[in-house]
Nanobody
Framework: QVQLVESGGGLVQAGGSLRLSCVTSRRTFSGYAVSWFRQAPGKEREFVATINWNSGLTDYVDSMKGRFTISKDNAKNTVYLQMNSLKPEDTAVYYC?????????????????WGQGTQVTVSS
């Protein structure tokens, strides 16, 4: 099983920014799409953004376009999620996950490999 490790979460005031990182125990994410999901207390896990490592194709949930940016660093085998203009409703545990199918996917059930998550808390 490929290990994924997220970091970068924390407590931030509304309007602030955080950058999450996802690293893999493999030498590279090549061949995968890497996605961010989040899960707030009492809610289902939801898709946030994804990037196909090989093509660079990205996809975002509409409500986060313009505030969140997913990117990758090939040299560091790391995927980032830059989150700006954070709102209290962005409070959740954020997970990265890998998808081995064609292109990308927004569906939780398409992902079998998950990190342990990193907590993001946005205060009002």
């Amino acid at each position: 099983q490929v290990q994924l490790v997220e970091s970068g979460g924390g407590l931030v005031q509304a309007g602030g920014s955080l950058r999450l990182s996802c690293v893999t125990s493999r030498r590279t994410f090549s061949g995968y799409a890497v996605s961010w999901f989040r899960q707030a207390p009492g809610k289902e896990r939801e898709f946030v953004a994804t990037i196909n490592w090989n093509s660079g194709l990205t996809d975002y949930v509409d409500s986060m376009k313009g505030r969140f940016t997913i990117s990758k660093d090939n040299a560091k085998n790391t995927v980032y999620l830059q989150m700006n203009s954070l709102k209290p409703e962005d409070t959740a545990v954020y997970y990265c996950a890998t998808y081995t199918g064609w292109g990308t996917s927004r569906k939780v059930q398409d992902y079998t490999n998950w990190g342990q998550g990193t907590q993001v808390t946005v205060s009002s």
